[in-house]
């Protein structure tokens, strides 16, 4: 038997993760069944394929996950590169000398995305879906190498954010007679972190911008109310891993400052922002808070501790 004709092919694929859906914990995986015509048994493998001629890895590998899963894909600026050497497999009908080279990004898609669905015709897939990570990684779903590689190589994306955050406090109402008054919280929606939580209004810092000023915008955006920025009450962090408002999911890390700030205690707070990670803002009985009767962060509690330590008076 003479020499098999050689055939080196470079591709790109993207590892894209979420949370599933009404789950803190668990992660999915988007994947791609290949087509009877590329194998008989059950194979799922990353979404990608071949690069055309002239055409830059990060263009393909998007193109290639719309047309094998009709989403929108979004990669890193980085990659991995596998190789691997397949002498003997058939290819078209004939048995060849394959070199695959595999360039896989890390992707993500919109929190919103569609259920995925196969929208290229008589292409080398047959369906696509989200699978839970363990039955990938305990074999429950047979899956070609390369995902089980790339799973075992990625990392999370890193981000660390600094934001500013405002603790905001009326002091009680008639009606409520003695007692700590309310604070002004406002309640994440699908599209960010802890969706349905409540938590104080602020969020990140834009690049250059100073905490004050960018605190006075986040709480006209999320409360629709201007404040008065006051001193710094305490500096506060978590870190939590997630799917990011972006549909990215992160390995994040939240670096808090507090400030004691001031509103109009009459003004009564609405959500002005569109589109954003708030869907709700209210004032919450400080009581309320304490005896945890709806789901807040420990940043409130937080706060409000480090108040009562050096001794801020709610407004």
Same mark, same amino acid.
Request: with cysteine; aromatic share 6%.
């Given at each position: 038997?003479?020499?098999?004709?050689?055939?080196?092919?470079?591709?790109?694929?993207?590892?894209?993760?979420?949370?599933?859906?009404?789950?803190?914990?668990?992660?999915?995986?988007?994947?791609?069944?290949?087509?009877?015509?590329?194998?008989?048994?059950?194979?799922?493998?990353?979404?990608?394929?071949?690069?055309?001629?002239?055409?830059?890895?990060?263009?393909?590998?998007?193109?290639?996950?719309?047309?094998?899963?009709?989403?929108?894909?979004?990669?890193?600026?980085?990659?991995?590169?596998?190789?691997?050497?397949? &002498?003997?497999?058939?290819?078209?009908?004939?048995?060849?000398?394959?070199?695959?080279?595999?360039?896989?990004?890390?992707?993500?898609?919109?929190?919103?995305?569609?259920? &995925?669905?196969?929208?290229?015709?008589?292409?080398?897939?047959?369906?696509?879906?989200?699978?839970?990570?363990?039955?990938?990684?305990?074999?429950?779903?047979?899956?070609?190498?390369?995902?089980?590689?790339?799973?075992?190589?990625?990392?999370?994306?890193?981000?660390?954010?600094?934001?500013?955050?405002?603790?905001?406090?009326?002091?009680?109402?008639?009606?409520?007679?003695?007692?700590?008054?309310?604070?002004?919280?406002?309640?994440?929606?699908?599209?960010?972190?802890?969706?349905?939580?409540?938590?104080?209004?602020?969020?990140?810092?834009?690049?250059?911008?100073?905490?004050? &000023?960018?605190?006075?915008?986040?709480?006209?955006?999320?409360?629709?109310?201007?404040?008065?920025?006051?001193?710094?009450?305490?500096?506060?962090?978590?870190?939590?891993?997630?799917?990011?408002?972006?549909?990215?999911?992160?390995?994040?890390?939240?670096?808090?400052?507090?400030?004691?700030?001031?509103?109009?205690?009459?003004?009564?707070?609405?959500?002005?922002?569109?589109?954003?990670?708030?869907?709700?803002?209210?004032?919450?009985?400080?009581?309320?808070?304490?005896?945890?009767?709806?789901?807040?962060?420990?940043?409130?509690?937080?706060?409000?501790?480090?108040?009562?330590?050096?001794?801020?008076?709610?407004?």
């Amino acid at each position: 038997m003479g020499s098999l004709p050689k055939r080196q092919r470079v591709a790109a694929y993207a590892v894209i993760l979420r949370v599933a859906p009404g789950s803190s914990a668990g992660q999915e995986i988007l994947l791609s069944r290949l087509a009877e015509r590329i194998t008989s048994d059950e194979l799922w493998t990353l979404p990608g394929g071949g690069l055309d001629h002239g055409e830059d890895p990060r263009d393909a590998v998007v193109r290639e996950v719309r047309e094998e899963t009709g989403l929108d894909a979004q990669v890193g600026e980085t990659a991995r590169v596998y190789s691997a050497h397949l &002498p003997g497999v058939w290819r078209d009908g004939r048995r060849v000398d394959a070199h695959a080279l595999r360039i896989v990004y890390d992707g993500w898609v919109a929190v919103d995305a569609p259920t &995925p669905r196969v929208v290229e015709v008589d292409g080398s897939t047959a369906e696509a879906a989200w699978h839970p990570v363990s039955e990938v990684v305990d074999g429950t779903l047979p899956v070609a190498p390369l995902v089980l590689e790339a799973l075992a190589d990625h990392q999370p994306f890193r981000m660390q954010r600094v934001g500013a955050y405002a603790l905001i406090r009326r002091a009680p109402l008639a009606t409520q007679g003695a007692g700590e008054g309310d604070v002004l919280l406002v309640q994440f929606s699908q599209r960010g972190f802890h969706t349905g939580s409540w938590s104080l209004p602020g969020g990140g810092l834009d690049h250059g911008e100073s905490p004050r &000023p960018a605190l006075e915008r986040e709480v006209q955006e999320e409360c629709g109310v201007a404040c008065a920025v006051g001193e710094l009450l305490a500096v506060h962090d978590e870190a939590f891993s997630g799917t990011a408002p972006s549909g990215r999911f992160e390995d994040f890390h939240a670096v808090l400052l507090i400030f004691a700030a001031t509103v109009d205690p009459e003004d009564q707070p609405r959500v002005v922002e569109v589109g954003g990670t708030t869907e709700a803002a209210a004032w919450v009985p400080v009581a309320d808070v304490r005896a945890r009767k709806l789901p807040v962060l420990d940043t409130v509690l937080h706060a409000l501790d480090a108040a009562g330590r050096i001794g801020a008076d709610p407004a």
